[in-house]
């Protein structure tokens, strides 16, 4: 096969895979998801071929693809990286979901923790587009190094070799989290703008748990009346968007929050069901609360719903 006809060949099969991830994953809301997977080359960022896959099937056993072909790639499966440190190139439809459910558009500013090798940096960046901003941090400098060149196409992006949990990326609307950790650093709390969002795996010792979306209110309109609780800088509304399991987010770790949280998950009707939880708060909760604290981790805890 020649070069243009082996460049169709994968822009179908690109445009295919976005298709499909708006079913599989699914993607309810915000279309331009669709659009952005299938302008973003995955293949750039996977390192050389041919590469392993990893289906979404257990055992997860590595298959090498049938050839150098970057189409194998437009599945919904894992890629590996790094196999020795455990380290892939994430489900698709995972972070299309993940996506969809925070209200990223045109112009918005994003942090995200744990660019990897950049893929899901570009998906981002064009999300947000020229006008907007994502500022994307990672601790591995080798990683971030091949991030840094890999991004090159897109100018809104920033690449920061550094730890996340203390970067400062200035205001943001979004911060997205890629690894599993215990509690949010209070960074990422205290950068996000009035309605901001964020999207944090919160996972036990064994890389499992849910993903916590917490929004902080937006400014009141004038003249409306708003709750006391709302007004507090320390309280932001908390749902769970789904099960995950990832990979640990470095210094995000606590080892006993980490096992309250597995019990407070194995607790759960049929060992996993709905997280019964409506509010995150900044800080220890107080006597007056703890028949109201669903999980706590260092510097937060998470309020159970009413009537849970």
């Known amino acids: 096969m020649d070069e243009e006809a082996e460049k169709a060949v994968i822009a179908a099969a690109r445009r295919w895979y976005a298709e499909d991830l708006r079913l599989r994953a699914p993607i309810r809301r ?10 973003v080359p995955r293949e750039r960022f996977l390192g050389d071929p041919p590469w392993r896959i990893i289906p979404d099937v257990l055992p997860r056993m590595p298959v090498a693809a049938p050839d150098q072909s970057a189409r194998w790639v437009y599945h919904d499966v894992l890629v590996a990286i790094d196999p020795a440190k455990n380290l892939n190139n994430g489900m698709p439809s995972l972070w299309a979901r993940i996506f969809d459910h ?28 020229t006008g907007g901003r994502v500022t994307a941090v990672e601790i591995d400098d080798e990683l971030a190094s091949r991030a840094c060149a890999n991004l090159a196409p897109w100018p809104q992006v920033e690449v920061v070799a550094g730890d996340g949990r203390t970067h400062d990326p ?78 640990p987010c470095a210094g995000g770790r606590d080892e006993a929050a980490a096992e309250r949280l597995r019990l407070a998950l ?18 220890d909760p107080d006597a007056d609360a703890m028949d109201r604290v669903w999980y706590h981790g260092p510097g937060f805890w998470l309020e159970r719903k009413m009537g849970e």
């Not at 990897?116 to 570009?122: D, E, H, K």
């Not at 194995?266 to 800080?283: D, M, N, S, V």
Request: proline share 9%; hydrophobic share 45%.
């Open 102 to 129: 925070l209200s990223l558009r045109p112009g918005s500013r994003v942090l995200q923790v744990g660019a990897g090798t950049g893929y899901y940096t570009a998906v981002l960046a064009e999300i947000v587009g």
């Open 30 to 39: 915000r279309f331009a998801i669709v659009e952005a997977f299938a302008a």
């Open 170 to 247: 200035g205001e943001v609307d979004t911060v997205i989290v890629c690894a599993g950790a215990t509690h949010p650093a209070p960074r990422w709390l205290d950068r996000l703008a009035p309605g901001g969002e964020l999207m944090l795996p919160l996972t036990n010792g064994d890389w499992w748990g849910f993903l916590l979306r917490a929004t902080r209110p937006p400014d009141p309109e004038p003249g409306l009346i708003v709750l006391p609780h709302a007004r507090s800088a320390n309280w932001f509304e908390a749902i769970s968007i789904g099960r995950v399991g990832i990979f």
């Open 266 to 283: 194995e607790a759960l009707p049929g060992g996993f069901g709905e997280i019964p939880i409506e509010a995150l708060h900044r800080g």
